[in-house]
């Protein structure tokens, strides 16, 4: 079921399908809860599944001057209070992983555990900063469309380009609604966030690291180094996948999700 709802002083879409143990999902840049619809399906079989368009994306609001992905996770926190939820499953792709990572840091008490996909605990590089500013510029100008024409075909195996070009299509399209203020308010909140590394070293949560292997926004070399230095983590390769796998591999990705879960719940 989708609905509005004001967290904050920020009004947010949601949605809440299923019951059980709650898994809540967060999507990543330029994308809205849309392009976790066929997840939603499977796993609200068996779990309670919370979705939502993270400020600055799709129908949620945003505050121009103070969004964070400590804000963001300020945001989730108040809603799972307001759905009477006191703990659990959170699932972060790619910006979404730096909102959960924040989200468990801060409310630890509210976290079961953590899955990372496609998303890591390092900080922005500098050249990833100067990327991030030469894209707000380009919001600035108006040329949202180039972006998501050359994003989102990256998030991408190139091995996928041809086969998914639907699924390509129906994520830029759903891109569009978001407004420019907001996606630019985004890239400033990750181009500031801090490095989650330290915390990750003592993170008493349980942690899956989820990666495609053919992920151009993290080199594969990248992801191993994460892997080897939280030995205390779960991890799943994607061997066809880049930064969507579960998109690209969805079943895949739905085995992961589940059994960390259900793991979890033992």
């Known amino acids: 079921m989708d609905f509005f709802i004001t967290v904050n ?14 898994i809540v999902l ?13 997840t ?7 779990f309670r599944i919370i979705a939502v368009d993270l400020p600055g994306h799709g129908f949620s609001e945003f505050r121009k001057d103070a969004t964070t992905v400590e804000l963001m996770a300020d945001c989730i926190k108040s809603l799972l209070d307001r759905l009477n939820i006191a703990e659990c499953f959170i ?10 990572l924040s989200f468990a840091k801060k409310y630890s008490e509210t976290t079961k555990a953590l899955c990372l996909f496609s998303s890591t605990p390092n900080a922005d590089t500098e050249q990833k900063k100067k990327d991030r500013d030469r894209e707000i510029e380009l919001l600035k100008a108006g040329k949202l469309e180039l972006i998501l024409k050359t994003n989102i075909a990256r998030g991408f195996a190139d091995c996928n380009l041809s086969r998914l070009d639907e699924e390509i299509f129906a994520v830029t399209d759903t891109a569009t609604v978001s407004d420019t ?7 400033q909140a990750m181009k500031m966030r801090e490095d989650m590394n330290d915390f990750m070293k003592t993170v008493q949560q349980k942690t899956l690291f989820v990666f495609g292997k053919h992920d151009n926004y993290i080199p594969f070399d990248i992801a191993e180094n994460i892997m080897q230095k939280y030995p205390q983590a779960s991890n799943v390769i994607l061997e066809n996948s880049g930064h969507n796998g579960f998109i690209e591999q969805p079943e895949e990705s739905l085995k992961a999700l589940s059994d960390f879960v259900e793991k979890m719940m033992k």
Request: with cysteine; net charge negative; hydrophobic share 40%.
């Open 40 to 46: 939603i399906a499977e796993l609200s079989k068996k």
């Open 26 to 38: 967060l999507h990543g840049y330029l994308e809205t809860m849309e392009v976790w619809e066929n």
């Open 9 to 22: 002083g920020i009004a947010m879409r949601a949605s809440d399908t299923g019951k059980g143990k709650a």
């Open 181 to 187: 203020d907001g996606l630019e308010a985004c890239l």
């Open 91 to 100: 699932v972060g792709h790619s910006m979404g992983g730096y909102v959960a």
